[in-house]
């Protein structure tokens, strides 16, 4: 699933290509990419059909458009990419994806918005703005999640002591949404490394110090990794014009068992992870003493 930074790539390609825009047409392809609107596609599309899109916001992995206000408030266009949901920006006389899901025309006559996905885990919703947990207004299906460290408003502090209020394990810490969003598994063993933190160090002992040192590694990290587009690792996490990004090539310890350490030379360990898999550095990141299981 794409994180903080492919959704903020996304982000900003959106804010240059479809904001005050009017939606002319809306066609849904296929029901499930509007699954997530509880009304249906039909009242999807006659949501979106004649209203100008005024922003594309993002709070942590979430992403949406704001519209301009209807008759019952302020309003966006949720967007869940999933494993392989893609937003593109696409010239009217381009063939169409193989998985084109949906498709926004506007009244100006240029490029269109397209939502392609060929798993079908993601999809488009309606929703209005409400009050986040973390403030400001967000989509009311993400009004719990936390701000990401690369937001201005983020608190540092704040995120700190969630994290050291937890009773759990310190990747786990990472990865919960409503304690700091935006980090997912990849940026997760990223930090880590450049913390020298073992994942399974217990929350409740984690010093501020190590708190601070933990998220101050995920914002550069995440920092690095916009500037290069994104992580890619096949051809689904693309920008709004289809290019993948590179930063895999600058992974550290993700995806890079048995391979040398960039800082000691120790190879990188691989250990099961929540269904998934951790990667660390024996050396670098010891495990405590007494790990959370």
Known sequence: MPELPEVEVVRRGLAEHVIDRKVAEVSVAHPRAVRRHAEGAADFAARLLGRTITGARRRGKYLWLELDHADDGEDAVLAHLGMSGQMLVADADRPDETHLRVRLRFADSGPELRFVDQRTFGGLSVHPLVPAAGGGLVPAPVAHI??????????????????????????????????????????????????????????????????????????????????AGGTSFDALYVNVNGASGYFDRSLAVYGQADRPCPRCGTPIRRDPFMNRSSYSCPRCQPRPRNPHP
């Open 146 to 227: 936390a701000r990401d460290p690369m937001d201005p408003a983020f608190d540092m502090d704040e995120a700190v002591a969630a994290i050291r209020r937890r009773r759990t394990g310190l990747k786990r810490a990472l990865l919960d949404q409503t304690v700091v969003s935006g980090i997912g598994n990849i940026y997760a063993d990223e930090a880590l490394w450049r913390a020298r933190l073992h994942g399974t160090r217990p929350t409740e002992g984690l010093t501020r110090g190590q708190g601070r040192a933990v998220l101050g590694a995920a914002t550069a990290v995440m920092g690095e990794a916009l500037t």
